[in-house]
Structures are given as C-alpha cells and as structure tokens.
C-alpha cells in the first residue's frame, strides 16, 4: 500500500474522530474565573501559611501569593464567587504564573469538589517555574466515567464504569481552586492571573448497554467492547492489514538523513571518539557524545517489548472468545505477584493479550519480527534510544543504542518506607556483594558494548525528606548497618552520651540505650545531625554502586537511580558520584529542571515521562491527563523541545513503547494510556507524527537552528 493511500486512511481517521467527538474541536471563548480585576472581593481568598494581595502584572491585574515553609502545603485557597462553577463544557483550567521570588518553585494548581483530599474530588496540575519565569499551568478534567452504574469491578486505576468513590470529580460541581506548593524548605513568592477554564469538552460515543448486559465487555483482543474508536481492531484481518500500512510507512520515512549509525548529529562536529558513549559540555550545553564522536540527544521510549499481560482470576465473565482457552495462545497463560491493590500479596493467574497479538499479527516467528519492527519503527519515528525496562533480547541486536537496567535485592533499613519498598542499606556488606553480582551477569552482554549508553541501578527509591533515612535508621535494631554507622558519627562528634542529650532534649542513659531505642528525636533539636547523616546515607550509596559498575563497565555511564521523590542531599551525592543524574518527571515541562544549589554540574536525562487520553477505548490517562490524542501529541512536542532547549538535559525517555493492559498490570492494577502503539501493536498516529516531528529536528532544536 502506498504512502498516499496511508496518508488518506489517517486523515479519514482524524475525520471520524472529529464526528465522534474525539478530537478537541475548536476551543470557543474562554471563561474566566478570575481576573482580580476593580470589586474582586479578597475575601474569596482563604490562605495557609500564606499571604495573598491584590497587584499588576503588566497591563492586567494579579494575584500574588508568597508562601512560607512551617506547613506541609502553604497556599492559597480560591472559593468560587457562588458556592459553586459548572465548568461541564471545558476540558481544563488554566492559569499565568510568574515566580516572583528568588528560588525555583514547583507549583501546584488543584480543582477541587466538595471532599477533595489531595487524591480524589480533584484533579492537579504542577508547573515548574525559575525565578523571573513566567508560565501557563494547566488543570485537565478527569471525569467519572460514563458507563452503567451498578457494575463492580476491580484491579484497576481507571474504570470504565462508575466505581463508588473512584475518580469522582465532576467539573459541573467545582467549589475551589488551591494554589500551593508542597512541603517547601524556603519560602515562595508567586503571581496568578487570568484564571479560566478553556477547551471544548465533547463525550466520547459510548455504545449503549445497561448494568446486566455489561458483561462480558473485553473482547479477544483485549479491547473494550462498549465503545468503539478509529483504529480499532474487530478482526484478526485488520492487523494483517495495518502491518502492510505500516510497511509502506517506514519505507517512506526510513529516518533522519542527519543521524549516523547510533543517531548521533552527523552533520555536526566531530568531537574525541572513543568507541563508546561519553558526557561533554559543548558550547554551554550538556550532550552525550556517541562512540563516533558525535553530538548525541538520547530520544527514546521505555519498555521496547510486547508484554501486556493482566489478571484473569476471578475475572472469568469479563471475557468473550478468550483466547487463552485455545492451544495456539496457551503458552501465554502465566502467573504474576501483586504488590498493591485487589490481588496484593497474591499471585495469581495471567494472560498476555499484546503477545497474543503479536502471534496473530507476526506468525510463527513472531518474537525476531516484533524484535526487527521495533528497531525500524524507532529509528523512522526520530527516536534514537532503547531505554529502560526493554526486551534485552531486542537490545542487543546492536541496532539501536540502548540503556541497561541493573537489579538486585539486599537488607533494608528496617525503619524506612516508601512506596516501592524500604531502602536498602548501603552499610551492608552484603549491599555491595550483591550488586556485584548483578553486575557480573552483564559480562559479554551489555558490559563493553558500544551500543549500551549506560546503566541505571534502581529506580524511583525513596529518598524522604532531608533527614527521613537518618530517623528510619535510628528506628532500625541495633544491628541494622546504617544505624551503628549513625552511631559511630555521634560518637565521634558527641564522645559524651550526656553531650548528645543536651543537644537533642533526650535522657538516654548510654550509647548502647540510644542503640536500643527507636523513638525518633525531636526533628529541630537534631536536625542538623539527622542531615548530616542523610547525605552520608547518600553518598555511600552513590559511590558504592559507581565503583561496582566501573568495576564491571568501566566504558559506561553511570546514569543513576531515576529520582522522582528526592530531597537536595540525594541529588547532591547522585550528582557526585554519577556521569548522567536521571529523573522520572510526569509534568507538563522539565524546560525549569535543574539540580540543587551547590550540586556538582552535571547532565540529566529524564528516564520516564508519559501524556495519556481517555478517547481510544482505555479507563486511565496515566499520570498526566490530556484531552485528546491531539493534546497528547501537543504536549509531547512541548516536553522534549522543552528538554532540548536546557543546558542540562541530555535525553528525554517515553514510559511506554506499548499501552498498559486495559484490566491492569499484574504488579500494581496500572491501566494507562500512555503506549506509543496499543495493545494490537497498532501505532497511535497523532503521538508518532508529534515524535518524529520532534526527532527529525533534534539537533536543529538542540542547537536553536529551528
């Protein structure tokens, strides 16, 4: 099929999403909320830890809001004029913002329901602004789903159907808007203006079905059945189709013709080559540099495979004409262990639809056609980096370069919490040992290949406040590692347990009682020891895992941990000890993005950001909402080039290659949105047309030609 013909069938797609309402149409006229303009009345105005006051922000009025840092979410509250807004019609809430202050702010801007808790009865959105920089926050509307009530489901994020209290914010009933920043260590100086609601809300079409015909409603595809959507497939025909459309497509668009081998700037400088990626700083900027010596940007998407297995236990009348029941897909029954949710703890039954799909796509030789299309798709669609959580398999077909995940199990700090699980202790013999021996495992695989940027160890770990891991390791046994190495430090500074009392307001009766308690000290009388501490936390982490992945990988980057909740003492020392600082950022830019002051200078790389939308048959954005799949593609555009504009971004990385199942993942119920191609391995053309848009012009971008 030729190039034309596909041109003709994407626009005949984007047609019959307009008649189904699931493109934004034009906006319309914008309501504004409000403008502080003469008779605004400051007593809608309710603050925490704030001040508010009426000012000029050029030639309109504003609002300003200075913050202090007593309270874990300083801000200003602003009421609607009458009890309530029905802002039904818009898509979001947007609003200017200039930060007045003299430090970098992350801005939170919540649209509230009566009962909003921070987690439900609102949406949230956050902007990243440098002092001096202005900016536009937006608020996109998450809304209840529009299915029968009735109908109780579980094991996921998003449903498509009515859930008791699961996502229950109705734009028709917004009482506030609160503008905060969270659990700040400064104060905050901002300026608000023009708040309105904008966007053209029009309901996808749902297939009209009551509560006792719902079921089965996911059909052998692992598509929603209720709804239907341009790209949908209905027959085991249609993805045969779609791989010859696809086929002429990257034919036409084989790549960038400026890239070289690894995707490097070939038509820029030609820096020192040493046959294996490396970090400079040209020009003022951060880039990576590719084994040939040329200028690098690492654009590229995470989990390069075609897993989407989700839980079918318990779940036996949600499915019609299961394919797990047939001998051709029985090898994709399998079994997962949940951490969170309804299977928590549980290890239940799984099927893989993506692979199912890639059967009946692909063939028999299925697994070395997904592995040979995922290669030609990305370096076609501008993107030039494998990147965490991929197929290795895939990886070392040396075709694209790629980023190598290290994984490995060792003691916790028993006090510690987090999301992902405790901390592990990097006291621990056992610590090192372990890592060790995860590393060995990529000798004659990853480990000296030229194609393998780096390596990330960890991910997403939970680094708390600037004296969180201290107090856990003080909440530890006595024989936890990092709380004898806590109490070593207070020998040495201390000698006398009565010097230590005096300075905390404790009674402990020796050092070997301090070594037994595990009530935490109070937080402003050993402050400055429990940061301390902290940062040493930090730092033997950071040079531990470095020294054991040079060891082994002398020739790669050290590309960190993936901070997304850190305090300032974790990205010093990532900052100290890494070759590239890596951050997960689900925002709408990370343009602002910079590590603390007095870190060392050094470059990021963003390991996972993500834009979902609710118009192609899934129950969850993921974790930053858009509109439309034309949003999504808006904001993709705007994230990276913002990414390519900074000094210190050397790469923007996508999570994921293929949508989240639309029952949920086995792990943790997530069902997102946020694939670069859905669950029949179908591309999304709005996103892949924003991509290469972006890709094609990277360096261009990169260097301000364009």
Same mark, same amino acid.
């Given at each position: 099929?030729?190039?034309?013909?596909?041109?003709?069938?994407?626009?005949?797609a984007?047609?019959? +999403?307009?008649?189904?309402g699931?493109?934004?149409?034009?906006?319309g006229?914008?309501?504004?909320?409000?403008?502080?303009?003469?008779?605004?009345? %400051?007593a809608?105005?309710?603050?925490?830890?704030?001040?508010?006051?009426?000012?000029?922000?050029?030639?309109?009025?504003?609002?300003?809001?200075?913050?202090?840092?007593?309270?874990?979410?300083?801000?200003?509250?602003?009421?609607?004029?009458?009890?309530?807004?029905? *802002?039904?019609?818009?898509?979001?809430?947007?609003?200017?913002?200039?930060? /007045?202050?003299?430090?970098?702010?992350?801005?939170?801007?919540?649209?509230?329901?009566?009962?909003?808790?921070?987690?439900?009865?609102?949406?949230?959105?956050? =902007?990243?602004?440098k002092?001096?920089?202005?900016?536009?926050?937006?608020?996109?509307?998450?809304? +209840?789903?529009?299915?029968?009530?009735?109908?109780k489901?579980?094991?996921?994020?998003?449903?498509?159907v009515?859930?008791?209290?699961?996502f229950t914010?109705?734009?028709?009933?917004?009482t506030? =808007?609160?503008?905060?920043?969270?659990?700040?260590t400064?104060?905050?100086?901002?300026?608000?203006s023009?708040?309105?609601?904008?966007?053209a809300?029009?309901?996808?079409?749902?297939?009209?079905?009551?509560?006792?015909?719902?079921?089965?409603?996911?059909?052998?595809?692992?598509?929603?059945?209720?709804?239907?959507?341009?790209?949908?497939?209905?027959?085991?025909?249609?993805?045969?189709?779609a791989?010859?459309?696809?086929?002429?497509?990257?034919?036409?668009?084989?790549?960038?013709?400026?890239?070289?081998?690894?995707?490097?700037?070939?038509?820029?400088?030609?820096?020192?080559?040493t046959?294996?990626?490396?970090?400079?700083?040209?020009?003022?900027?951060?880039?990576?540099?590719?084994p040939?010596?040329?200028?690098?940007?690492?654009? #590229?998407?995470?989990?390069?495979?075609?897993?989407?297995?989700?839980?079918?236990?318990?779940?036996?009348?949600?499915?019609?004409?299961?394919?797990?029941?047939?001998?051709?897909?029985?090898? =994709?029954?399998? /079994?997962?262990?949940a951490?969170?949710?309804?299977?928590?703890?549980?290890? %239940?039954?799984?099927?893989?639809?993506?692979?199912?799909?890639?059967?009946?796509?692909?063939?028999?030789?299925?697994? $070395?056609a997904?592995?040979?299309?995922?290669?030609?798709? =990305?370096?076609?669609?501008?993107?030039?980096?494998?990147?965490?959580? !991929?197929?290795?398999?895939?990886?070392?077909?040396?075709?694209?370069?790629?980023?190598?995940?290290?994984?490995?199990s060792?003691?916790?700090?028993?006090?510690? $919490?987090?999301?992902?699980?405790?901390?592990?202790?990097?006291?621990?013999?056992?610590?090192?040992?372990?890592?060790?021996? !995860?590393?060995?495992?990529?000798?004659?695989?990853?480990?000296?290949?030229?194609?393998?940027?780096?390596y990330?160890?960890?991910?997403?770990?939970?680094?708390?406040?600037?004296?969180?891991l201290?107090?856990?390791?003080?909440?530890?046994?006595?024989?936890?590692?990092?709380?004898?190495?806590? %109490?070593?430090?207070?020998k040495?500074?201390?000698?006398?347990?009565?010097?230590?009392?005096a300075?905390?307001?404790?009674?402990?009766?020796?050092?070997?009682?301090?070594?037994?308690?595990?009530?935490?000290?109070?937080?402003?009388?050993?402050?400055?020891?429990?940061?301390?501490? /902290?940062?040493?936390?930090?730092?033997?982490?950071?040079?531990?895992?470095?020294?054991?992945?040079?060891?082994?990988?002398?020739n790669?980057?050290?590309l960190?941990?993936?901070?997304?909740?850190v305090?300032?003492?974790?990205?010093?020392? #990532?900052?100290?000890?890494?070759?590239?600082?890596?951050?997960?950022?689900?925002?709408?830019?990370?343009?602002?993005?910079?590590?603390?002051?007095?870190?060392?200078?050094?470059?990021?790389?963003?390991?996972?950001?993500?834009?979902?939308?609710?118009?192609?048959? %899934?129950?969850?954005?993921?974790?930053?909402?858009?509109?439309?799949?034309?949003?999504?593609?808006?904001?993709?555009?705007?994230?990276?080039?913002?990414?390519?504009?900074?000094?210190?971004l050397?790469?923007?990385?996508?999570?994921?290659?293929?949508?989240?199942?639309?029952?949920?993942?086995?792990?943790?119920?997530?069902?997102?949105?946020?694939? *670069?191609?859905?669950?029949?391995?179908?591309?999304y053309?709005?996103?892949?047309?924003?991509?290469?848009?972006v890709?094609?012009?990277?360096?261009?971008?990169r260097?301000?030609?364009?």
């Amino acid at each position: 099929m030729n190039e034309r013909r596909l041109s003709c069938r994407i626009l005949a797609a984007v047609s019959l +999403m307009l008649a189904a309402g699931l493109v934004a149409r034009s906006a319309g006229a914008d309501e504004v909320l409000f403008d502080f303009g003469p008779g605004f009345d %400051m007593a809608q105005v309710e603050t925490t830890d704030a001040k508010a006051a009426l000012a000029k922000a050029g030639d309109h009025a504003a609002l300003t809001v200075t913050t202090g840092h007593k309270e874990d979410w300083p801000g200003a509250a602003l009421k609607a004029p009458k009890g309530t807004w029905d *802002l039904s019609k818009f898509e979001y809430v947007l609003a200017d913002v200039r930060n /007045t202050g003299t430090a970098p702010v992350k801005l939170h801007l919540r649209v509230d329901n009566t009962g909003a808790n921070g987690n439900n009865h609102c949406v949230t959105g956050i =902007l990243d602004l440098k002092p001096g920089e202005t900016g536009t926050l937006r608020v996109a509307f998450v809304r +209840m789903p529009a299915g029968p009530a009735g109908v109780k489901l579980f094991g996921m994020r998003g449903y498509p159907v009515p859930q008791d209290d699961k996502f229950t914010f109705d734009p028709a009933k917004i009482t506030q =808007l609160l503008v905060f920043v969270a659990k700040p260590t400064a104060d905050h100086a901002v300026e608000l203006s023009n708040i309105r609601a904008g966007g053209a809300f029009v309901a996808p079409k749902e297939v009209a079905v009551d509560a006792a015909k719902f079921f089965p409603f996911i059909d052998a595809f692992g598509q929603y059945i209720h709804r239907d959507w341009p790209g949908k497939v209905h027959a085991a025909s249609d993805l045969e189709d779609a791989r010859k459309e696809e086929a002429a497509d990257l034919r036409a668009k084989p790549g960038p013709k400026n890239w070289d081998t690894y995707g490097g700037w070939k038509d820029g400088p030609t820096l020192k080559a040493t046959g294996f990626f490396r970090t400079e700083k040209y020009e003022g900027k951060w880039w990576l540099v590719d084994p040939e010596g040329r200028l690098f940007f690492s654009h #590229g998407t995470d989990c390069v495979d075609t897993r989407v297995d989700t839980p079918i236990e318990d779940r036996t009348t949600w499915f019609r004409d299961f394919p797990g029941d047939l001998p051709e897909f029985k090898a =994709l029954l399998g /079994t997962s262990h949940a951490i969170k949710g309804y299977y928590t703890d549980r290890t %239940m039954r799984t099927f893989d639809f993506g692979r199912a799909n890639a059967v009946r796509k692909y063939g028999k030789d299925w697994k $070395q056609a997904e592995a040979e299309i995922a290669h030609r798709r =990305l370096r076609s669609w501008g993107m030039n980096t494998i990147a965490n959580w !991929s197929d290795a398999n895939i990886c070392l077909l040396h075709k694209t370069p790629y980023t190598a995940t290290i994984h490995f199990s060792s003691k916790a700090i028993k006090g510690s $919490q987090g999301y992902w699980g405790q901390f592990k202790d990097p006291f621990e013999p056992e610590f090192a040992a372990n890592l060790g021996a !995860s590393m060995a495992r990529e000798k004659g695989g990853s480990a000296g290949d030229p194609w393998c940027l780096g390596y990330f160890v960890d991910n997403e770990m939970s680094w708390g406040d600037g004296t969180a891991l201290a107090t856990a390791a003080l909440a530890s046994p006595p024989e936890q590692a990092a709380k004898k190495a806590f %109490m070593e430090d207070l020998k040495a500074k201390y000698g006398d347990i009565e010097k230590l009392n005096a300075a905390w307001g404790t009674a402990h009766a020796s050092w070997d009682a301090l070594g037994q308690a595990t009530a935490p000290p109070d937080k402003k009388k050993a402050d400055d020891d429990l940061g301390a501490f /902290t940062s040493r936390i930090a730092e033997q982490y950071f040079k531990i895992v470095r020294d054991v992945v040079k060891e082994v990988a002398p020739n790669q980057l050290y590309l960190g941990c993936r901070f997304a909740w850190v305090n300032d003492q974790a990205a010093r020392a #990532g900052a100290k000890f890494c070759d590239v600082v890596s951050y997960n950022r689900y925002e709408r830019s990370v343009a602002a993005l910079r590590l603390p002051e007095g870190a060392e200078d050094k470059p990021l790389v963003i390991g996972e950001f993500h834009f979902g939308a609710l118009d192609r048959g %899934m129950f969850h954005t993921g974790l930053v909402h858009c509109s439309s799949q034309a949003d999504r593609a808006a904001a993709y555009k705007a994230y990276v080039r913002g990414a390519l504009e900074s000094p210190v971004l050397v790469g923007t990385h996508w999570f994921k290659y293929q949508d989240e199942p639309v029952l949920g993942r086995p792990l943790d119920e997530e069902n997102y949105q946020i694939g *670069l191609v859905d669950v029949c391995d179908t591309p999304y053309p709005e996103t892949i047309e924003a991509v290469r848009d972006v890709g094609y012009n990277l360096y261009k971008i990169r260097t301000g030609a364009k």
